[in-house]
């Protein structure tokens, strides 16, 4: 299972890319907008990003940077892409920041480079051909 954590880590990257240009872009137009908007725009933008990041998985068990680096998200059992359900568990749960840097730490540092919290959900990630 080698070549999954060098996919894993630069699919997460262009999530991350992802999540910063939805969060951030609308603070490029706060200049521009009415002041009782502004702190609106930027509260959008974090929304918007976050709900990005929970779900994002949520489309055939692979998020925008899985699909650039052919990865996906299936259950264990029945190799089966994950469902809206489990991606919004997975992404909400990944999402804590103590959870998400102990998986980091946990995928970095393991033999099999899987997630502490795909082992509590029964899922993988996988390699698509």
Known sequence: MGPINPRRN???LIDVIIFLSL??????????LPDWL???????GII??????????????????????????????TKEPIGFLMAFIRGFVTSLPIIG????????????????????????LVIVK
């Open 101 to 124: 840097m102990l998986d980091f730490l946990i995928t970095t540092f393991t033999l099999n480079g899987q997630r502490l919290s795909d082992k509590l959900l029964s899922i993988e």
């Open 10 to 12: 630069k699919a997460f």
């Open 48 to 77: 918007v990003g976050y709900i990005y990041i929970v779900f994002r998985d949520a489309m055939n068990g692979q998020s925008i940077g899985k699909r650039i680096y052919k990865i996906q998200v299936v259950d264990q059992e």
């Open 38 to 44: 502004s702190g609106k725009a930027f509260i959008l």
């Open 23 to 32: 969060a951030v872009l609308p603070m490029f137009f706060i200049g521009i």
